[in-house]
């Protein structure tokens, strides 16, 4: 339950479908699609948390990409968005399809937590497990073992 919520704007952005949704005490915008890598960074950058509210997830370019601006993510430990996103650390994860824990994640990641130390850690975990070379080096270290 988000009643307690206050001075929050929920920007809805990556899709085309917009339903009425109402909260109480929560402005809602629905922005549609972005597809320049520009606009996504200001808009991620904006935020002081992405919600990923799928039910189904692997490796979430989104999260990736809100990781990578310093954003902390909010989302159901599902699939593999654990190896991304450290259970208040750099975010929240939420017990599986219960959107009252998810609704306590946003709360915790708001309200609750060291905010700029949730950023900072963000963005180091993408830069420390996700980057380019990182992700080069794992790759050429697995293909040495296997031959």
Not at 103 to 119: F, M, P, T
Request: aromatic residues 10%; negative net charge; contains cysteine.
């Amino acid at each position: 339950k988000m009643d307690n919520i206050t001075g929050v704007e929920l920007l809805i952005f990556g899709s085309s479908n917009i339903n009425k949704v109402l909260l109480n005490k929560i402005k809602i915008k629905f922005l549609g699609h972005f597809s320049d890598d520009l606009s996504l960074n200001l808009l991620y950058n904006a935020a002081d948390v992405f919600i990923l509210p799928s039910m189904k997830e692997n490796l979430s370019y989104v999260v990736m990409e809100s990781l990578s601006c310093g954003t902390p993510v909010v989302a159901f430990e599902i699939g593999g968005l654990s190896d991304m996103i450290e259970h208040k650390v750099n975010g929240y994860l939420a017990k599986p399809f219960d959107t009252y824990s998810l609704a306590k994640g946003i709360q915790w990641v708001l309200y609750e937590s060291n905010h700029d130390e949730l950023c900072k850690n963000a963005r180091e975990k993408v830069l420390k497990e996700f980057d380019n070379s990182v992700l080069t080096d794992k790759h050429i270290d697995l293909y040495r073992k296997s031959i």
